[in-house]
């Protein structure tokens, strides 16, 4: 609000007020979040050795401990987000091509799991929904099909039934997206046609329902370990199931 003005010279009438201009904002995620969703959770890299230089082909053996360190905590991670972490971890700026195919290489002696963009371990836990926070604000592709199927699937089972356009901006505003671009509406319109062709949700084009007859209660009652079940089933992903990364 605008404070007062005071003493303006005589014969000198008061401004009009400028039109503020509109500010668009989005809804706090994490003041939102359901009791299903957790925060985020960045992994400490280790330091590289003094000596070793990210750029170099030398240096990808030492490299390793960094990958592992980030995919042991934020499984499944985006190769995307390693590159961030890492970057942030080594003090090393943006990551240039060089360094993207040190890492990348370096990922094939890291034994972990890769599975097209993501890493993951073969004991990695079951999926769960994270918001974002200050350290890690993911896009829609950073974000894996388990966890968006886990987050989809436990929104439809809080409201009973919903439209495919408020899920869509609910999941948005849990991750903190702006709006619905085409790159969010496609990516939740084809796990929602997946989750349906697999039995765990119901419905038409226009709104979505809990599919009958698929213990939604149990789901419920366990909470997210259930959920994050239903949804690996859903989409068909496990760990086992994808190749070890390797050189």
Do not use: K
């Amino acid at each position: 609000m605008a404070a007062p003005v005071h003493g303006l010279p005589g014969g000198t009438s008061m401004p009009t007020e400028a039109a503020r201009p509109a500010v668009q904002t989005e809804p706090a995620a994490l003041a939102e979040a359901p009791g299903w969703a957790t925060p985020y959770v960045t992994a400490a890299v280790p330091a590289l050795p003094n000596w070793a230089d990210p750029a170099d082909p030398g240096s990808q053996v030492t490299m390793t401990d960094g990958i592992r360190a980030v995919v042991g905590v934020e499984a499944p991670v985006h190769i995307g987000v390693l590159y961030e972490r890492l970057s942030a971890g080594w003090h090393i700026g943006p990551i240039g091509t060089r360094v993207r195919d040190n890492v990348d290489a370096a990922v094939g002696l890291a034994d972990v799991i890769r599975d097209g963009e993501f890493l993951t371990l073969a004991d990695a836990p079951r999926p769960v929904v994270r918001t974002p926070v200050p350290a890690c604000e993911r896009t829609v592709d950073q974000v894996h099909d388990d966890e968006l199927a886990l987050a989809l699937v436990s929104f439809v089972r809080d409201a009973g039934g919903i439209s495919r356009s408020e899920l869509t901006a609910r999941l948005a505003r849990l991750y903190g997206w702006a709006g619905r671009g085409p790159d969010i509406t496609s990516r939740m319109g084809a796990l929602i046609a997946r989750l349906r062709r697999t039995g765990i949700l119901a419905g038409d084009e226009q709104a979505v329902t809990a599919a009958p007859g698929r213990d939604q209660g149990a789901g419920r009652a366990n909470g997210a370990g259930a959920g994050a079940a239903v949804a690996a089933q859903a989409t068909g992903w496990h760990a086992g199931s994808h190749d070890r990364a390797g050189p």
